[in-house]
RNA sequence: GCGCCCGUAGCUCAGGGGACAGAGCAGCGGACUUCUAAUCCGCCGGUCGCAGGUUCGAAUCCUGCCGGGCGCGCCA
């Protein structure tokens, strides 16, 4: 149990005791200012009007009636505060914890209903770009933050391969591919053809493959090998792109298979059986207005293809029959108005409306030289998340794309990224972790034993208090869905370090000393490395 | 027009009822014979978009404006 719940249980002991009242969300947080304890509560200026007594009052009293064997002292303070500081002792004890569950420490067992979360989904239609790079990185540290904070939860990628897109696509490369041969391949609208220069690499490797065979196919036979090859070569693309961006998946979902499985003409079925569709204009409509949707919504189009609601709707309800309760969804934000409608579509078919979930990241603008970057030649109108890898590394693009909200719009300066990347907040982290690396290394040993708990220097206790904090960052991050919390964290832990590392020397004759300060670069090391690999971001022992 | 999100230091962003609003970058000035100076310390810099309201207390909650983004397709 961390030092906030028990005091706060120990507060509301004292609450109990001094005014025989039980009052629960008793509120314990750490203070800005070092002078004002390590931990304090305002619970008397907050229930000074219910108590009919002056805060300050009520705050002596409580301080008079606390029974907290680990608070060395409480004191009034300010218009009410109660501010306390821990016996070194009972740090040490949690500092012992600390080391004994290594980079493990403020992990939980998994527990609860399965939770799945999608992210990325980007169509198989190009490279990644750096947009989806942001979901990326969100969404692979979301899915570890998560998985530390115990949350039952698995991740999945849906490839949608089997919509108007991909079909444009498949003609966007049919393309060029006959255009290597010398032959013009007939598309009905020009302009909505994929630019990019990949095309004219993956017709270039089809050619290679099967040379010009595929042009003495039927026309429509050939488009459906052509398309198959150029989704699957994305694919391919997409998964290297996300394995050097070290993004992993439990599951791959390809949207093919529910149009190849009849399960979207069973949904329909349904459908019309609870009555909730009907026809209108050629056109089949799902009445999503009266599941809490602005206006009903097209299912069948008039000319007899789905629209993106019938496949999403077998894909969501497959999530629930695999058992997950919770399906949350990384978005971009473009897409806000989608959710209200899926949702109502689920809650249709009998899901709970809370099924559903979805998260939007907003966009990111790469900026170079104060300009917009907006499209490269390789990609076509936008930029390939490769290209951005290369120029900045994976760890700077990894703890950049992370270190601001998720909803929040984001300017991604390269040329910060780049050519500051000395006075990068990613190196200045990963730097504290180097220098505790390079303090063993000289020490020749890692501590073994701990010295008996000695008296903390003001350096040593914030470090201290900072290292302590991190199970509730962790749990707070999980249940914020926010990834941001943890570099600003772990900024923060790297500041104390290299503060307490300025001012004392850890390798010192005397055995008792070195050996506690050992054990706080031990459990520094251990938050960070357990930090940074929440982020997807590298823990180096050197640098 | 309606709905959702966002306006915090020159720039990029934290903080989302409490004690003087924080960090990084940029700018200025200090600190390496001692475990890595990719560091540390100090200075400069803010009517927290504006105006009301709730509260003992508001950057934080409520309302209204202003400014920006996104959505309101038989596109996904």
């Given at each position: 149990?961390?030092?906030?719940?028990?005091?706060?249980?120990?507060?509301?002991?004292?609450?109990?005791?001094?005014?025989?009242?039980?009052?629960?969300?008793?509120?314990?947080?750490?203070?800005?200012?070092?002078?004002?304890?390590?931990?304090?509560?305002?619970?008397?200026?907050?229930?000074?009007?219910?108590?009919?007594?002056?805060?300050?009052?009520?705050?002596?009293?409580?301080?008079?009636?606390?029974?907290?064997?680990?608070?060395?002292?409480?004191?009034?303070?300010?218009?009410?505060?109660?501010?306390?500081?821990?016996?070194?002792?009972?740090?040490?004890?949690?500092?012992?914890?600390?080391?004994?569950?290594?980079?493990?420490?403020?992990?939980?067992?998994?527990?609860?209903?399965?939770?799945?979360?999608?992210?990325?989904?980007?169509?198989?239609?190009?490279?990644?770009?750096?947009?989806?790079?942001?979901?990326?990185?969100?969404?692979?540290?979301?899915?570890?933050?998560?998985?530390?904070?115990?949350?039952?939860?698995?991740?999945?990628?849906?490839?949608?391969?089997?919509?108007?897109?991909?079909?444009?696509?498949?003609?966007?490369?049919?393309?060029?591919?006959?255009?290597?041969?010398?032959?013009?391949?007939?598309?009905?609208?020009?302009?909505?053809?994929?630019?990019?220069?990949?095309?004219?690499?993956?017709?270039?490797?089809?050619?290679?493959?099967?040379?010009?065979?595929?042009?003495?196919?039927?026309?429509?036979?050939?488009?459906?090998?052509?398309?198959?090859?150029?989704?699957?070569?994305?694919?391919?693309?997409?998964?290297?792109?996300?394995?050097?961006?070290?993004?992993?998946?439990?599951?791959?979902?390809?949207?093919?298979?529910?149009?190849?499985?009849?399960?979207?003409?069973?949904i329909?079925?349904e459908?019309?059986?609870?009555?909730?569709?009907?026809?209108?204009?050629?056109?089949?409509?799902?009445?999503?207005?009266?599941f809490?949707?602005?206006?009903?919504?097209?299912?069948?189009?008039?000319?007899?293809?789905?629209?993106?609601?019938?496949?999403?709707l077998v894909?969501h309800r497959d999530k629930w029959d695999?058992?997950f309760r919770t399906a949350?969804?990384?978005?971009?934000?473009?897409?806000?108005?989608?959710?209200?409608?899926l949702r109502a579509g689920l809650v249709a078919l009998g899901l709970p409306r809370d099924f559903l979930d979805?998260?939007?990241?907003?966009?990111?603008?790469?900026?170079?030289?104060?300009?917009?970057?907006?499209?490269?030649?390789?990609?076509?109108?936008?930029?390939?998340?490769?290209?951005?890898?290369?120029?900045?590394?994976?760890?700077?693009?990894?703890?950049?794309?992370?270190?601001?909200?998720?909803?929040?719009?984001?300017?991604?300066?390269?040329?910060?990224?780049?050519?500051?990347?000395?006075?990068?907040?990613?190196?200045?982290?990963?730097?504290?972790?180097?220098?505790?690396?390079?303090?063993?290394?000289?020490?020749?040993?890692?501590?073994?034993?701990?010295?008996?708990?000695?008296?903390?220097?003001?350096?040593?206790?914030?470090?201290?208090?900072?290292?302590?904090?991190?199970?509730?960052?962790?749990?707070?991050?999980?249940?914020?869905?926010?990834?941001?919390?943890?570099?600003?964290?772990?900024?923060?832990?790297?500041?104390?370090?290299?503060?307490?590392?300025?001012?004392?020397?850890?390798?010192?004759?005397?055995?008792?000393?070195?050996?506690?300060?050992?054990?706080?670069?031990?459990?520094?090391?251990?938050?960070?490395?357990?930090?940074?690999?929440?982020?997807?971001?590298?823990?180096?022992?050197?640098?």
């Amino acid at each position: 149990m961390s030092f906030e719940e028990r005091l706060a249980d120990a507060v509301r002991e004292a609450v109990h005791k001094a005014y025989g009242i039980e009052l629960d969300g008793i509120h314990v947080e750490r203070p800005n200012d070092p002078s004002h304890g390590d931990f304090a509560t305002n619970v008397a200026l907050a229930n000074a009007r219910v108590l009919r007594r002056n805060p300050r009052e009520v705050a002596e009293n409580l301080v008079g009636a606390l029974e907290a064997p680990f608070v060395r002292e409480a004191k009034v303070a300010g218009p009410g505060f109660v501010n306390f500081w821990l016996s070194s002792e009972a740090l040490w004890g949690e500092i012992r914890a600390l080391l004994r569950h290594g980079d493990r420490y403020g992990w939980n067992e998994p527990s609860g209903e399965p939770v799945l979360l999608e992210f990325v989904s980007a169509n198989p239609t190009g490279p990644m770009t750096v947009a989806h790079g942001r979901h990326a990185a969100y969404g692979d540290s979301l899915a570890r933050i998560m998985d530390a904070a115990g949350r039952n939860v698995s991740t999945e990628y849906y490839f949608n391969d089997g919509g108007n897109q991909v079909r444009l696509f498949g003609e966007s490369v049919a393309v060029r591919y006959a255009a290597l041969f010398g032959e013009e391949w007939p598309v009905s609208d020009p302009d909505a053809l994929y630019k990019g220069d990949y095309t004219e690499e993956i017709a270039r490797d089809l050619a290679a493959e099967h040379d010009r065979q595929l042009l003495e196919l039927e026309r429509d036979e050939a488009l459906r090998e052509i398309t198959a090859f150029a989704t699957r070569w994305c694919m391919d693309d997409i998964k290297r792109t996300l394995g050097r961006a070290r993004v992993s998946f439990d599951s791959f979902f390809n949207e093919k298979s529910v149009y190849e499985s009849g399960a979207i003409e069973e949904i329909v079925r349904e459908l019309e059986e609870s009555g909730t569709v009907y026809e209108s204009e050629g056109a089949l409509w799902l009445a999503t207005s009266k599941f809490g949707d602005d206006k009903d919504r097209v299912l069948v189009k008039s000319d007899g293809t789905y629209t993106y609601m019938g496949p999403d709707l077998v894909y969501h309800r497959d999530k629930w029959d695999r058992g997950f309760r919770t399906a949350v969804n990384v978005l971009g934000a473009d897409h806000a108005g989608y959710p209200p409608r899926l949702r109502a579509g689920l809650v249709a078919l009998g899901l709970p409306r809370d099924f559903l979930d979805v998260e939007l990241v907003r966009l990111v603008k790469l900026v170079r030289e104060g300009e917009q970057v907006k499209f490269s030649k390789r990609a076509g109108n936008i930029v390939a998340f490769d290209e951005l890898l290369d120029e900045v590394g994976e760890d700077v693009a990894r703890y950049f794309y992370v270190r601001s909200s998720h909803k929040t719009e984001m300017n991604f300066d390269l040329d910060l990224a780049i050519r500051q990347s000395d006075e990068n907040p990613v190196f200045y982290v990963q730097y504290a972790h180097a220098r505790i690396s390079s303090i063993f290394e000289r020490a020749g040993t890692t501590p073994e034993h701990l010295a008996p708990p000695g008296e903390l220097a003001p350096e040593e206790r914030l470090l201290v208090l900072e290292l302590l904090d991190f199970p509730r960052v962790i749990d707070n991050a999980a249940a914020r869905r926010e990834v941001h919390p943890i570099p600003t964290y772990l900024e923060t832990l790297a500041t104390r370090f290299h503060q307490f590392y300025t001012v004392h020397r850890v390798l010192v004759d005397d055995a008792d000393v070195r050996e506690r300060r050992l054990a706080l670069c031990a459990a520094t090391k251990a938050v960070l490395r357990s930090g940074l690999d929440l982020l997807g971001v590298n823990a180096p022992e050197k640098m």
